[in-house]
């Protein structure tokens, strides 16, 4: 193999390599992150809960029965996660079954 085709080799290898290392170091990264503690002052503030099953719908009474984390917008996790990061709680997980006030639907 000349110095040239190897550099080509070697360049080619790295561009294929870098976005799989990319995603296995953000899911990597969404696991590790601690769960949401619905004790969190936002958290609290926002009424998330970890069950939207079990809401409390007097205290949240913009809560649509059928919503919850997965099907938020501004979920992060991947469909079947059972956590995943959240927009608004940054560098924390929160249940896919979880709902907050700031719930907004995903577009279809
Ligand atoms: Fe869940 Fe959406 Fe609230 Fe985040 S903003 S906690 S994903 S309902």
Known sequence: MSNVSRRTFLSLAALVAAPSALLVSRSAAAADLPHLDPAD????????????????????????AGSHCASCQLFGGKAGDAFGPCGIFTGKAVSSNGWCSAYAKKAA
Request: avoid cysteine.
């Open 41 to 64: 002052p936002t958290a609290k503030s926002l009424g998330y809960v970890p069950d939207a099953t079990k809401i409390d719908v007097k205290a949240a009474p913009t809560f649509k």
